[in-house]
């Protein structure tokens, strides 16, 4: 008997317990979505200032790889074409990575994390900062895997293919690489 009662009284609390964590993610949830929302939305000004998200579309899927979330022909108010925003997602044994690439001319314009759940967050983002063109910096070093040089524009496949991704966190590396990557290749066609 005095078990039974143990029983029910953790039976209870484990539901009051669940209801509240149900009515927490019901109430906050749309917040959550809004605010990441108004996150890619300031990202592609950043990318693009002159950006007017009426007058820019959403390419539906199926896409060409599985780290595509999402594809954004970005326009101005003039309806001229920007380039493509591609929201990327990847995980390995480390955490998450979310990054938004934008393509111009078939070259990687600008790379910026909307989110990094890797455990060797800053490593992996002073990579990216180093050897991908972001809103950080106007010029990036690209290190090769020979050398280092520094550039200043846009990244075609023969240069993002030559970056070395040996660092504290080359896992992670690797899977910004393959992020970036799948995203140029569906710019160019899906190769």
Known sequence: MKYLKISSILAAIALICAVLIAAMDMLTSPVIAKNDEQTEYDTIV??????????????????????IEKIIIARDNNKNDLGKVYTVSGKNAYGT??????????QVYQVEFLENGQSFASTVEGHVTSNYPSSEKDSIEIWFKSDSSSY???????????????????????LVKELVTAALNDAKGGN
């Open 97 to 106: 990575i979310k990054l938004m690439v934008a393509i111009k001319d078939n």
């Open 46 to 67: 950043s990318i693009f200032n002159s950006y007017d998200s009426s007058n820019s579309e959403e390419v539906s899927g199926p896409y060409s790889s599985d780290y």
């Open 152 to 174: 200043a524009g846009t990244l075609n496949n023969d240069e993002l293919a030559n970056i070395d991704v040996s660092c504290g966190a080359t896992y992670g590396a690797k």
